[in-house]
């Protein structure tokens, strides 16, 4: 139940900065008004602009690329090839998964759209011109569009570049007890099995990818504009890969029109602006168009799983097992933390307590885009729910039980938290069952079972879908998480000017989230500073602690305790001199928000900003104690945080056409302590229509030629206003108890956990039919084939 006390009216955000009331948004005024600054929107001095040449086949040899009628443009300056970037020893890069990539293409092109050359000209327009004028000849290769068929012997070997690679095939890995799963498996009157494939799909970001390379040939140093979730590694890879020194680079991450995963790595035209630059001697802009976005740049999932549950009659669920197929496309790029190369699938054991449980999990080359990023995603956390949401469900159906009772009979207790589950992560915090209820009694659970079988009795189609999840966020203790080998912590500092405002600078980068307002917060709840008077800083390397930035719903618990952390220092730093300032000990002081005062004496005391004028001021300062109000903090997470939630909704399937509508949808979300109330319904309502567009219309599909089928807004088909419910929410409180203010991580919560609770529903609508599962996305085609007892297309 909701430990928040309801917002009061009369209190301001500086009474009580952290949960309580609606805190605007300090960045509101620039983006309501269209003053935000995007990347676009940067025009320098002198700028040039960049295209990119890309394959449209999927598959070939590269045999010759004449540049001569493209350089013979009035307009254009430089035509890049793979071939000049060999020679910078440029034209491979690592990835962020132990693998390399072509940045252009210089023996192959291994998936349709990958890069060939880079135009720089005068203006967009005349680059775009240009490389029409590019002449390039392909020899045609078969190509490997099916992962199912990528290990086939005698399947065509897409990465013929690196030694020793005779096949398509990339890792193994699993987690958890085979031997102890096979037995619990053995032994169990119930077992279901389920094959079902987590589609391609794409994060597109309202703004695509683009970057401006500016360098500076007189003092050796790079500006790099980009619309980057994480400048401090970029400008660490950069510095690694291109040996340019990294006090020499300075990557800016302006206002960013969502990320989603989408802008983490760093694009083969981000590497060509910066090489434009160097040639130029002038700014580079490269921006990519939808297109391209959706054709080239990190997709998402591409996941092809068994899973099989093992249960007693009774519906207490004993384990649950899996094999999945990743398909990584041309290039293992995929960004996680590097001993994960699955993410955290192993999370998979989901929100109940088994007895055994494992995964294997093996990772194929084809000719696809590369990707598999973490789209509102920590790192495979969505596929791993996706699995077991849809295997309860099974499990439900075989057992002919209510599945929002069967997980009730199942989840872990909140009296085995901290718990330990058996691929050997450790859940912070939960208390499930309440949330879940909460659901229920939100959406009317009984009400609309009793709707749905009296509308089953007149043939109409209804279906309730309930999905229960647990989320692992927050990468992560560094001992354990790295990439690339830069550990996964965040730093922070904070700075309290001598007027008592302050500045807060931060290693991660707000796409959209509100970071400007919930960081102020942090530090208003910790100091007593009102949040309007505390800037947030971020975006910049060379004003930001260095961090490896935002995805996986990292910021909150990782930079959140980091904030939390050096505000206290702050504080305790404030204790000293109000003690000198007020010639007592302090230990004899006591702290209430903003201020401390003498114990016994609440009148005797000093506010944060007289303190701040005492510290740069004339005031004596303790022994050991340096003249200002400043702090940083580099925040090692002690373990991950594990949020929750219940979903449930309620779909109507149109027997005629196969279209389904999601009428219902209720979201009952833990993220433990909530900074700002409605920023997290935000987040919430933004990420249930993620799930929704992933569970009915969402696909990044290709042909038999490896073509890809979902390169438009009219392909890849996003829900609109018109495709979703009003959303109906509900929130409990079960702070992280390693957390420094209790939050947990919340921005990819909701995309995590909707698309089961959808699947769920179309799936219960179409029972009468015998269907027992069904692929997303669950489009009005695949709704009706399955109507006609036919199976749906994979
Ligand atoms: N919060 C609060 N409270 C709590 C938590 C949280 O308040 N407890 C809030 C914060 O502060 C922020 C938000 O909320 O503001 C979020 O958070 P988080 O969870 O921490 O997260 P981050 O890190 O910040 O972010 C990230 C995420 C992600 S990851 C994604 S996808 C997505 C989300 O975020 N993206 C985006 N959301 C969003 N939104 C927007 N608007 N945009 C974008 O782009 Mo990945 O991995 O990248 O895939």
């Not at 590269?62 to 090839?81: F, G, M, N, Q, Y």
């Not at 490997?144 to 020793?164: M, N, T, W």
């Not at 007149?458 to 966020?473: A, C, P, W």
């Not at 002081?589 to 003498?598: D, F, Q, S």
Request: with cysteine.
């Amino acid at each position: 139940m909701p430990q928040e006390r309801e917002p009061n009216p009369a209190m301001t955000a500086s009474d009580r900065p952290i949960g309580f009331g609606r805190v605007q948004r300090k960045e509101d005024p620039r983006f309501i008004r269209g003053k935000g600054r995007y990347l676009d929107d940067i025009v320098l001095p002198g700028m040039l602009h960049g295209a990119m040449l890309r394959s449209p086949v999927a598959h070939a040899r590269l045999v010759s690329i004449d540049t001569t009628e493209a350089l013979a443009h009035p307009k254009v300056l430089a035509v890049i090839t793979g071939k000049d970037l060999e020679g910078l020893n440029l034209a491979w890069a690592p990835t962020l998964s132990a693998d390399v990539m072509a940045i252009l293409a210089t023996d192959k092109v291994r998936f349709q759209g990958q890069e060939v050359a880079f135009v720089v000209a005068e203006d967009r327009y005349s680059a775009r011109d240009a490389l029409e004028l590019i002449d390039v000849e392909y020899e045609d290769l078969p190509p490997v569009v099916d992962a199912r068929r990528a290990l086939d012997p005698g399947a065509p070997v897409i990465r013929d570049d690196k030694e020793g690679q005779t096949d398509n095939h990339i890792f193994d890995w699993e987690a958890g007890d085979k031997a102890e799963t096979d037995a619990v498996f053995a032994r169990a009157d119930v077992v279901v099995r389920q094959e079902m494939v987590y589609p391609r799909v794409h994060p597109a970001p309202m703004e695509t990818c683009g970057a401006i390379a500016d360098y500076d040939p007189v003092d050796g140093k790079l500006t790099l504009y980009e619309t980057t979730q994480a400048p401090h590694a970029h400008r660490t890879l950069y510095a690694m890969v291109a040996g340019i020194p990294e006090h020499k680079i300075r990557v800016i991450a302006p206002d960013i029109g969502g990320g989603f995963g989408n802008k983490v790595g760093i694009y083969p035209g981000y590497v060509c602006a910066v090489v434009g630059s160097i040639l130029t001697g002038r700014p580079v802009k490269w921006v990519e168009d939808r297109s391209e976005n959706l054709m080239s740049t990190a997709f998402a999932r591409d996941y092809t799983m068994t899973g099989e549950i093992a249960a007693t009659r009774d519906g207490r669920i004993l384990a649950v097992r899996t094999h999945v197929l990743a398909d990584h496309g041309a290039f293992n790029a995929t960004a996680q933390p590097t001993k994960y190369p699955a993410g955290f699938f192993s999370i998979f054991t989901g929100s109940y307590d088994l007895q055994a449980a494992h995964c294997s999990v093996t990772g194929v080359y084809t000719n696809k885009a590369p990707g598999g990023v973490a789209y509102a995603c920590s790192f495979r956390v969505t596929e791993a729910v996706y699995l077991v949401e849809r295997m309860v469900d099974v499990l439900a159906k075989e057992l002919e039980m209510d599945p929002a009772e069967l997980r009730l009979r199942n989840f872990i207790r909140p009296e085995q938290f901290p718990y330990k589950n058996k691929t050997g992560w450790e859940y912070d915090s939960g208390d499930y069952e309440p949330a879940l209820r909460m659901a229920m009694e939100l959406i009317d659970y009984e009400g609309l079972r009793r709707e749905q079988a009296e509308k089953r009795a007149r043939g109409e189609l209804m279906g309730i879908g309930v999905s229960f999840f647990t989320e692992t966020v927050g990468a992560g203790p560094r001992k354990h998480m790295d990439i690339v080998g830069l550990g996964m912590a965040d730093g922070a500092e904070v700075r309290v000017h001598p007027t008592g405002k302050a500045v807060v600078r931060l290693s991660v980068q707000t796409q959209g989230q509100g970071h400007e307002t919930t960081f102020a917060q942090i530090v208003a709840e910790e100091l007593g500073i009102p949040p309007e008077d505390i800037e947030v800083v971020h975006g910049d390397t060379d004003q930001t602690p260095f961090g490896l930035g935002t995805y996986g719903s990292r910021s909150t618990p990782v930079s959140g305790g980091a904030v939390a952390l050096a505000a206290r220092k702050v504080q305790e730093k404030a204790r000293l001199i109000a003690a000198a300032m007020l010639e007592t000990r302090p230990e004899d002081l006591e702290w209430e928000k903003g201020r401390w005062y003498v114990k016994g004496d609440p009148s005797a005391g000093k506010t944060i900003a007289e303190i701040a004028l005492g510290a740069h001021g004339t005031v004596a300062l303790p022994e050991g104690v340096d003249g200002n109000l400043d702090a940083e903090v580099t925040y090692d997470p002690p373990n991950l945080t594990f949020p929750f939630g219940a979903y449930i909704c309620a779909v109507d399937v149109d027997p005629g056409t196969g279209k389904v509508h999601v009428r219902r949808f209720t979201a009952v979300d833990d993220c433990g302590t909530r900074i700002n109330p409605m920023i997290v319904e935000g987040q919430i309502h933004g990420g249930l229509a993620d799930g929704v567009g992933m569970a009915l219309m969402e696909f990044i599909g290709f042909d038999e030629q490896g073509n890809c089928l979902g390169g438009s807004f009219m392909d890849y088909l996003i829900p609109t206003a018109m495709e979703v419910p009003d959303w109906e929410t509900g929130y409990t409180v079960t702070p992280s108890p390693h957390h420094p203010i209790g939050a947990k991580g919340i921005g990819e919560s909701a995309t995590v956990g909707s698309p089961p609770a959808v699947v769920n529903a179309v799936v219960d609508a179409l029972a009468p039919f015998g269907v027992t599962h069904m692929d997303m996305p669950c489009t009005p085609a695949r709704v009706w084939e399955a109507m006609q007892g036919r199976p749906t297309p994979p």
